[in-house]
């Protein structure tokens, strides 16, 4: 036998709004103005939510925090394709997702300010921010193959970054959705550096989305900076899961435009010229230009919504503050019911603890 | 003489050790252009290249398993794990290979290779940055678990473990990186691997530990000045130095022991098990231990009530020599 090709697979690219406001007419979504309108307010809250928690974090009133500057097309785009039933697994940094999703942004400072009473009240399917990278890959595949055997008609999204497809559980997470044809949406934000670990040495592959062709299902690289683009893909993506067509990589090829987080210094591996170019692809303004084309957006609605968002973000901080951590969560759930063990350590703590303010 | 804190002996050491041997590789997540998230490793890569400082891609088990290829081929890896929460994924190719290189192949090939990694808490960080995870590695069997507590020590077992012809898990106690600087040596010194320091000399009780926790029983001394307090810090793990504990608690009768890693399973229960076997006839009262809950570490909120302090280490103190 000859030796010939066996194989020719490629890799599509999708963007739909270019920088003067203009979509391209085959492409776009059909969207109308008050669902347009509510993608342009959850990015400008997310954006000003992301600002506060920078503040609050160098006034010393957060912890470390991973800022979403940048990335909030890829995010809202994303989010809003999904259902409200639909699984939701975030690495760290989808505060955009967060939102969208209608989880309270108080919730998300308790958070951050170092509590982890605040997922006790997370909305259904929504589920917790994953520090240890790659780790949540798994399990969107587990809860789409939940789901697949339930019968239920829903997909899971998993978000993660561009340094994650470096780790085992990627290969793991999306052999296992190929093999099982999982109705799973892996949404990858290639904000371009793993900390400060640029994509182009994170792997050598041409593109991240390629990968999803060595596991047998369909990769496609979205402009992650444009969010009709980033919601046709995923809607795509998730209509597809639904009708058993199983899984689909979208890479989200954007850019952080701040820190990895309040602890890194970007000047030390990338030069400002690089985030200065990147600064005038900034999403939001890109889709306000089509907004305002569209008669939708304007100055008086701007300096509205800034005004409304500010203050439900100064409530929402508020709240959060005011919010006391209950000791006892320590020990409470642990286990589905405390051991004997834990409720003599609990006592002993809670002995101290009142000894101490005596 | 220089007065360094913990990260610059530490990188005092890498500096020192790499321009000495040139086996030595450094390797991990951000350990080159950006010098370690901790700065640990900074300069390096300009002094040394990136052909011995090696920015890898995102992946722990990578790192480590890639470590063992190097050393199983003569070189001595310096990998670096980035937080000791992410160490879990180091366990598979630490426990199943590293550890075992030179059993399975009877002294044919060995495993020269150290992981560093910050650990533990009292640095209000976010959840898997405030873990004290020693216990899991002590307990394969084969590898050799380090932690410092100062800068001097610092630089001395790291030279230790490095030139260690098996392989060393070396913790460093980011609460303690920028602590508190201390006069450090340049040039050859080495602590040796298995030896504990005693920090104290007396009389009514041993107290015990290692890391973070020896600066917290330092300060539980101020408490007790009343009580004469054998303060023992362990620095090596594994193996243990038994006479050190055993001298001390034989003359003592009484210890408690610190340790930042949750109670069950922690090592103070195996120091107790040691002390009954070899002390028991000599102790006039119950070891205690002071420890983390047997409990995931909280977020920041809670996280100071959760760890052992100078306090609850003080009262520990005083219920021993009081039993």
Not at chain 2, 188 to 194: D, K
């Amino acid at each position: 036998m000859p030796r010939k090709k066996i194989l020719d697979l490629s890799v599509d690219w999708l963007s739909i709004l270019d920088y003067e406001g203009n979509a391209d007419k085959i492409l776009e979504p059909a969207l109308d103005n008050e669902t347009l309108e509510k993608f342009y307010r959850t990015m400008v809250i997310t954006r000003l939510f992301d600002d506060k928690a920078l503040k609050l974090q160098r006034q010393g009133r957060m912890l470390t925090f991973g800022s979403c500057l940048g990335q909030e097309a890829s995010q809202i785009g994303s989010a809003f394709a999904m259902k409200s039933d639909d699984w939701f697994f975030p690495a760290f940094r989808e505060h955009g997702v967060q939102i969208a999703r209608g989880i309270p942004m108080k919730l998300l400072y308790i958070y951050w300010m170092g509590s982890e009473d605040a997922n006790l009240m997370l909305p259904h399917r929504n589920f917790t921010v994953a520090i240890p990278v790659s780790t949540q890959v798994l399990h969107a595949v587990g809860a789409a193959l939940a789901a697949k055997i339930q019968k239920q008609n829903i997909a899971s999204v998993v978000y993660f970054g561009d340094g994650a497809t470096s780790e085992g559980d990627f290969h793991e997470g999306m052999n296992f959705a190929g093999v099982f044809k999982t109705p799973t949406v892996f949404v990858c934000q290639n904000n371009q550096y793993a900390i400060s670990l640029p994509r182009e040495k994170q792997t050598a592959s041409k593109t991240l989305a390629q990968k999803a062709l060595a596991y047998g299902f369909e990769g496609i690289q979205v402009d992650g900076n444009d969010v009709l683009a980033v919601y046709s893909a995923t809607e795509a993506a998730l209509l597809k899961a639904k009708s058993g067509g199983g899984p689909t990589l979208i890479e989200c090829f954007t850019y952080r435009l701040g820190a990895h987080t309040t602890s890194d210094d970007p000047t030390r591996y990338r030069k400002k010229e690089e985030e200065e170019e990147w600064r005038k692809k900034d999403p939001i303004k890109r889709f306000r230009t089509y907004l305002e084309k569209k008669g939708i957006w304007n100055q008086s609605y701007e300096d509205k919504l800034l005004k409304e968002a500010s203050e439900e973000i100064e409530k929402a901080v508020e709240e959060a503050e005011a919010y006391s951590p209950v000791v006892e969560n320590m020990f409470k759930y642990v286990y589905a019911e405390i051991t004997p063990d834990l409720k003599e350590q609990m006592d002993e703590l809670l002995g101290f603890i009142a000894k101490r303010k005596r | 003489m220089a007065k360094l804190n913990m990260v610059q002996a530490i990188n005092l050491a890498l500096q020192e050790e790499m321009q000495k041997d040139p086996a030595v590789v450094v390797l991990g997540e951000d350990v080159g252009v950006d010098g370690g998230v901790f700065r640990v490793t900074e300069g390096l890569l300009d002094r040394f290249g990136s052909e011995r400082v090696i920015d890898t891609p995102l992946a722990e088990s990578g790192i480590t398993g890639t470590a063992i290829g190097m050393a199983v081929s003569g070189l001595k890896p310096v990998a670096e794990i980035q937080f000791e929460g992410f160490s879990y994924m180091t366990i598979d190719q630490l426990a199943a290979h590293a550890s075992r290189i030179r059993y399975r192949t009877r002294g044919r090939y060995h495993c020269p290779m150290v992981i560093r990694a910050p650990y533990g808490g009292g640095v209000k960080a976010l959840e898997h940055h405030s873990e004290a995870v020693a216990t899991f590695f002590i307990h394969i069997p084969g590898l050799k678990v380090v932690i410092p507590s100062s800068p001097y020590d610092a630089k001395g077992l790291l030279l230790s473990s490095i030139r260690d012809p098996d392989p060393v898990f070396y913790f460093e106690p980011k609460k303690l990186y920028r602590a508190f600087r201390e006069e450090v040596p340049e040039g050859e010194y080495t602590v040796p691997l298995g030896e504990g320091k005693k920090l104290t000399e007396g009389n009514n009780v041993t107290v015990i530990s290692w890391g973070a926790m020896v600066r917290v029983c330092e300060e539980a001394l101020e408490k007790v000045k009343d009580i004469s307090v054998e303060l023992i810090d362990l620095r090596t793990l594994s193996p243990l130095d038994e006479k050190i504990i055993m001298n001390s608690v034989r003359k003592t009768g009484r210890c408690v022991i610190v340790h930042e890693e949750p109670k069950t399973l922690g090592f103070g229960g195996e120091i107790i098990a040691r002390i009954n076997e070899k002390a028991f006839l000599y102790l006039e009262a119950p070891v205690k231990r002071v420890t983390g809950y047997d409990i995931p570490v909280p977020l920041p909120k809670l996280e100071d009530i959760y760890l052992p302090d100078a306090e609850k280490v003080a009262q520990a103190i005083k219920e021993t020599v009081h039993f």
